[in-house]
């Protein structure tokens, strides 16, 4: 069974640093593109990054590009999202994903709030 | 980096169809034959319901199908049932990122 486990979500004050990570398992991590969706609250779903299955090609929103950093390591059947200088407008909850067809696997989500 | 463009709501009787729009541009729905859609129950992940305009994951009812036209992508629901009563998300790929809708509000008379 396919599983995808965030963690790492948490409130932070703007301009502060938070490290998401989602945990997977049930399929081979390796072979698969990986992305973060973020819903700020009561809003729609929006595209965060992406990871390519080897790590070495990554897409970024224009809204995060130069302060968010996805990255993964395969070894540990994981990924992250590094997330700095955050801004009020970052408050959402985070959802790890999985390709392969659209994206038919999904996390929970994990809610970061920034807020002063 | 422009969200497509969807209705904020449709609605239906149940047993009807409804057809939700999704309207991007020759540089995302136009180009790419990558468009998916997702269903979203409130406080649940989203599911994928269609994916490559018109493929559709196992389990997922035939009454869902999927269409494209140009730059507007369209996701049909037959056969309404309640369950189906919630929101919905168009998605694209645009080469050097991907693209969400805004979410349409599915609502089941």
């Known amino acids: 069974e396919v599983q995808l486990v965030e963690s790492g979500g948490g409130l932070v004050h703007p301009g502060e640093s938070l490290k998401l990570s989602c945990a997977a398992s049930?399929?081979?991590?390796?072979?698969?593109?990986m992305h973060w969706v973020r819903q700020a609250p009561g809003k729609g779903l929006v595209w965060v990054s992406c990871?390519?299955?080897?790590?070495?090609?990554?897409k970024y929103a224009d809204s995060v590009k130069g302060r968010f950093t996805i990255s993964r390591d395969n070894a540990k059947n994981t990924f992250y999202l590094q997330m700095n200088s955050l801004r009020a407008e970052d408050t959402a909850v985070y959802y790890c994903?999985?390709?392969?067809?659209?994206?038919?696997?999904w996390g929970q989500g994990t809610l970061v709030t920034v807020s002063s | 980096q422009s969200a497509l463009t969807q209705p904020r709501s449709v609605s239906g009787s149940p047993g009807q169809s409804v057809t939700i729009s999704c309207t991007g541009s020759?540089?995302?729905?136009?180009?790419?034959?990558?468009v998916s859609w997702y269903q979203q129950h409130p406080g649940k992940a989203p599911k994928l319901v269609i994916y490559?305009?018109?493929k559709r994951p196992s389990g997922v009812p035939d009454r869902f199908s999927g269409s494209k036209s140009g730059n507007t992508a369209s996701l049909t629901i037959s056969g309404l049932q309640a369950e189906d009563e919630t929101d919905y998300y168009c998605?694209?790929?645009?080469?050097?990122?991907?693209?969400f809708g805004g979410g349409t509000k599915l609502t089941v008379l």
């Open positions: 994903a999985r390709d392969g067809g659209g994206l038919p696997y």
């Open positions: 049930g399929f081979t991590f390796s072979a698969y593109r």
């Open positions: 990871i390519e299955s080897y790590g070495g090609s990554t």
């Open positions: 020759s540089n995302d729905v136009g180009a790419y034959n990558y």
């Open positions: 490559d305009v018109t």
């Open positions: 998605c694209s790929y645009a080469g050097t990122y991907f693209v």
